[in-house]
């Protein structure tokens, strides 16, 4: 039986999503290695024709079956909070934004508690980044009678 799963990144894109820029000067200078990136003109997808419209560094959370946030969070939190002037740095000399993603998958209503704590909200704020919170709900399971 499918459950709920949760998953998160952050992710630093040109803020005008037009210019691209060094993806390497991110990795080095955070110290932190990137699930995903591409550049402009990548394509989306090997098998289409779709290309990227913009370039993105993007470090990526465990997909996790859970209904706690946190799970999710912290790891993005410990692997990125003592790099809050690093990642203010990046953002000024490379013009890029921050979001940071919250990916949900609903299965069956179960739903997971939406509670950000204070010391990932600070993070997030000293960092001024996006919040982006997807949520994709299944149909709910009629039981069988």
Known sequence: ?????????????????????????????????????WRIGDKVNINHSRVRSFTCWKYESETLETLDVDDVLLPILNAFQSKTDTINQLKKKLNLHVKIELVITMIDGYTPGLVISPEFSSFASAINAFIDIDMYVYPFSEPEE
């Open 1 to 37: 039986m499918k459950k709920t799963t949760l998953y998160a990144y952050i992710s630093f894109a040109e803020k005008d999503y037009v210019n691209d820029f060094p993806l390497e000067i991110v990795t080095e200078q955070l110290g932190v290695q990137p699930t995903t990136t």
